[in-house]
T-cell receptor
Framework: ELKVEQNPLFLSMQEGKNYTIYCNYS?????LYWYRQDPGKSLESLFVLLSNGAVKQEGRLMASLDTKARLSTLHITAAVHDLSATYFCAVDNPLRMNRDDKIIFGKGTRLHILP | KAGVTQTPRYLIKTRGQQVTLSCSPISGHRSVSWYQQTPGQGLQFLFE???????NKGNFPGRFSGRQFSNSRSEMNVSTLELGDSALYLC???????????????FGSGTQLSVL
């Protein structure tokens, strides 16, 4: 069974600091997603990572994927208060049987950036 | 360009009833997927439709069903509601089935379902 673990689950940090959120998954997968969710709001897609060594950056966020280590990271550079949100990673389940093909989400990392 | 529209925004039902939720994707998008979000279980994938065909489904009981119409609009139905079905139900669309393209999903605001 595919499991997706994020850590930390809660993170409080000062503006201007750098930090990394980790996403580990238990079975080989060919696709990993990062999403952002503001309180009471819907999900916003941030990145789709498809291959080993993939790195994508948008603003102060950078995501990378190491398929051999089954690890993705979301790095925050010089955090600002507007980045406060919950961040989810999700992984495609490679076990495709009878169309039961699931996307498995991590539990999310609640990020609070102090001004 | 209008975003993904989900209706209703809030819904209150009682146990045993059934409910239908609606999702209108972004114009031109042909893929629609549904997700359930609860504080306890987190985000879980329900199913995915592309061109009126269910392509994938998550691990939910048969009480959860869906369909997609020729205009790509999708509905999700839950029959014989249980207290545990209380959740935020999110719909997302993309122009192609997301598994076959490097495409982001665009999410609606969700339908908050409360089962009493």
């Amino acid at each position: 069974e595919l499991k997706v673990e994020q850590n930390p689950l809660f993170l409080s940090m000062q503006e201007g600091k750098n930090y990394t959120i980790y996403c580990n998954y238990s079975t080989t997968s060919d696709r990993l997603y990062w999403y952002r969710q503001d309180p009471g709001k819907s999900l916003e897609s941030l990145f789709v990572l498809l291959s080993n060594g993939a790195v994508k950056q948008e603003g102060r966020l950078m995501a990378s994927l190491d398929t051999k280590a089954r690890l993705s990271t979301l790095h925050i550079t010089a955090a600002v208060h507007d980045l406060s949100a919950t961040y989810f990673c999700a992984v495609d389940n490679p076990l495709r049987m009878n169309r039961d093909d699931k996307i498995i989400f991590g539990k999310g990392t609640r990020l609070h950036i102090l001004p | 360009k209008a975003g993904v529209t989900q209706t209703p925004r809030y819904l209150i039902k009682t146990r045993g009833q059934q409910v239908t939720l609606s999702c209108s994707p972004i114009s031109g998008h042909r893929s629609v997927s549904w997700y359930q979000q609860t504080p306890g279980q987190g985000l879980q994938f329900l199913f995915e439709y592309f061109s009126e065909t269910q392509r994938n489904k998550g691990n939910f009981p048969g009480r959860f069903s869906g369909r997609q119409f020729s205009n790509s609009r999708s509905e999700m139905n839950v029959s014989t509601l249980e207290l545990g079905d209380s959740a935020l139900y999110l719909c997302a669309s993309s122009s192609w089935a997301p598994r076959e393209a490097n495409e982001k999903l665009f999410f609606g605001s969700g339908t908050q379902l409360s089962v009493l």
